[in-house]
């Protein structure tokens, strides 16, 4: 196995430490998997709580209570959320609910239809 050259000098001294290489001559540092479009890829994706991939547009059901904040209202266990688009952030899913209207969820409490 070949390690890159450096991409700040271009050494060909670089080694690997952990999930870093290094190079000695600048010491600059970069991840492992850098480049390698198999792991951005899995990176990208979104998963719901049983680990199915999520699409824009797919359907999915909520597995848990969800208070919503700033209100008194709760999302009930089975709520069917059609129609989903995938966002970057903490709350990776913009959707609308019937009786509650626009929110954001977590990926973790939904599980693909």
């Known amino acids: 196995m070949s390690l890159p050259p450096c991409p700040a000098c271009g050494s060909a001294y670089t080694y690997e430490d952990h999930a870093l290489f290094v190079?000695?001559?600048?010491?600059?540092?970069w991840p492992a998997a850098e480049g390698d479009p198999v792991a951005e890829q899995a990176a990208d994706e979104i998963r719901?709580?049983?680990?199915n991939v999520l699409q824009d547009g797919d359907t999915v059901t909520v597995i848990k209570d969800l208070k919503v904040k700033g209100s008194s209202l709760v999302?009930?266990?089975g709520t069917k959320v059609?129609?989903?688009?995938?966002?970057?952030?903490d709350h990776?899913?913009?959707c609308k609910i019937d009786g509650i209207g626009s929110m954001g969820l977590k990926s973790a409490f939904v599980k693909k239809v």
């Open 23 to 29: 190079c000695p001559e600048c010491a600059h540092e």
């Open 92 to 94: 990776d899913i913009d």
């Open 48 to 51: 719901d709580a049983v680990g």
């Open 82 to 89: 059609k129609n989903i688009r995938l966002v970057q952030g």
């Open 75 to 77: 999302v009930k266990v």
